[in-house]
């Protein structure tokens, strides 16, 4: 099989001529098996979508309004596993004119060197040509993304990307109607144990990608919620903490046989019950593991006893050399403590089941 004869996955959304340039071109190059997305375009675009149709052939597939870029793809990646199932995978494209035909027949073949990966194709973003949103966001995003989830990607909002039959059919059920779903997609991809194979590619921007439709405002506040529950469940659980650490304190201070220790009782009360709070809440919500509790509950709780020894030995020494509210001596070690315990849970304790 060569690369030209996997689909090319086009969504659009009120498109100029740039995406028509695009056709040819890719027609040009013997690309057969074009699938565009009309993502509910107003009347007025209906010329683009007809000569795409008329001149170069591409199977159109409508929506009646708009519904977002991940709906589009969905579709579209829905339309290909019944038409084309047994092709490889797909290469997804965006309409605007950044992707090349050349680009585009990389990640193709990418794609057909290693069929069980995620492709993305790649761009650079230190180059003069880059709009200062477009470096700024993406270079944040990857930041973000390489610490939440230990992905180190170069391009993270990259929409030119080689996708298998396999995994197509994953993300049908994964999440995200709009951008935020291309984040999901490499959120999944980290679930799954798919590897990731990164083709270098031309970074393009026309007249300041001025025909993008990404909101930088809009549309990063739905990617970045992703990591948003990350950040809620740990905060939540050391509020739950905090709150009980201090009340047991304030109980425990002034008991008799407790004079030495209260310090550490407290912090071991306190938390035997977040950690549970926070275990629940990470493996429905955070986590999503797919690991059983079986198997990810003893992992948990032998975290939770090592980070609850850490910090009641280092507010239990730390504490008389400082003095004040003990609460205060406990924030920061609890702060350090909570990056070092994210990336164990991270890596060990909710990994998934391994992808066949």
Not at 78 to 91: H, I, S
Not at 300 to 324: C, D, E, K, R
């Amino acid at each position: 099989m060569q690369p030209n004869n996997i689909p090319v996955i086009i969504p659009a959304y009120e498109p100029d001529e740039k995406l028509l340039d695009l056709l040819h071109n890719l027609r040009a190059d013997g690309w057969d098996k074009i699938v565009v997305v009309d993502d509910g375009s107003k009347e007025g675009y209906a010329h683009i979508f007809d000569r795409a149709v008329a001149d170069y052939q591409v199977e159109l597939l409508v929506h009646a309004e708009n519904k977002g870029k991940g709906r589009a793809l969905k579709t579209a990646f829905a339309y290909c596993l019944e038409k084309y199932r047994d092709c490889v995978g797909v290469v997804t494209a965006d309409s605007d004119g950044q992707h090349s035909p050349a680009c585009i027949f990389s990640c193709g073949e990418a794609l057909l060197n290693h069929p069980n990966a995620l492709v993305l194709g790649c761009r650079c973003f230190d180059q003069e040509n880059v709009p200062k949103k477009s470096e700024f966001g993406n270079k944040l995003t990857r930041r973000i993304l390489k610490y939440m989830t230990g992905l180190n990607i170069s391009d993270t909002q990259t929409g030119l990307r080689g996708i298998s039959v396999d995994f197509m059919e994953a993300l049908l059920h994964v999440p995200g109607e709009r951008y935020e779903f291309e984040t999901n997609m490499l959120l999944e991809s980290k679930s799954l144990h798919i590897p990731i194979v990164e083709v270098p590619i031309e970074t393009i921007y026309i007249e300041g990608n001025a025909s993008s439709h990404f909101n930088p405002i809009k549309d990063s506040i739905k990617i970045y919620m992703i990591f948003v529950r990350f950040l809620l469940s740990s905060l939540s659980s050391s509020i739950v903490d905090m709150v009980l650490f201090g009340l047991l304190c304030y109980v425990f201070k002034n008991r008799n046989g407790f004079a030495d220790s209260y310090i550490v009782v407290s912090t071991v009360l306190a938390r035997i019950v977040s950690a549970f709070y926070n275990y629940s809440v990470n493996y429905k919500v955070v986590f999503k593991s797919e690991g059983g509790v079986m198997r990810t509950l003893p992992k948990y709780a032998f975290l939770a006893i090592v980070q609850m020894s850490l910090s009641a030995f280092l507010v239990n020494h730390l504490y008389p050399l400082i003095g004040g509210f003990e609460v205060f001596v406990k924030i920061p070690v609890d702060v350090f403590l909570f990056f070092l315990s994210y990336v164990v849970q991270r890596e060990f304790v909710y990994v998934g089941k391994k992808h066949d």
